[in-house]
């Protein structure tokens, strides 16, 4: 049974940080990553890293403001939202298994956590 596991995530005000983590039990993955959902917007990709070789990618709105890095030995995987901005403001996922395709593409994962609030103002 694979489980993805939410932590982190609140309010905070524009410009501030919010860190958020994310624990995976019942499998390992070569690909894992965060997605977000704002109100009445599709789910997009934020930042993925692929644990083998520890390659990172990054959506053009994050870049240089998120950083997402992971613990192998405890199979966790973080995001680090600095300077964040209003737009930012969605329910933040984390994602696993990759079945291939674009890596921003929601649909190409196969697991999936519950979802942790980010509220930017």
């Known amino acids: 049974h694979v489980q993805l596991v939410e932590s982190g995530g609140g309010a905070v005000q524009a410009g501030g940080s919010v860190r958020l983590s994310c624990t995976l039990s019942g499998s390992s993955a070569r690909w894992m990553g965060w997605f977000r959902e704002a109100p009445g917007k599709e789910r997009e990709g934020v930042a993925v890293?692929?644990?083998?070789?520890?390659?990172?990618y990054y959506s053009d709105s994050v870049k240089g403001r998120f950083t997402i890095s992971q613990d192998k030995a405890n199979y966790s995987l973080d995001l680090q939202m600095d300077n964040l901005k209003p737009e930012d403001t969605a329910m933040y996922y984390c994602a696993a298994g990759r079945k291939g395709g674009t890596w921003y593409w929601p649909g190409n994962y196969n697991y999936w956590g519950q979802g942790t609030q980010v509220t930017v103002s």
């Open positions: 890293i692929f644990t083998g070789a520890g390659s990172t």
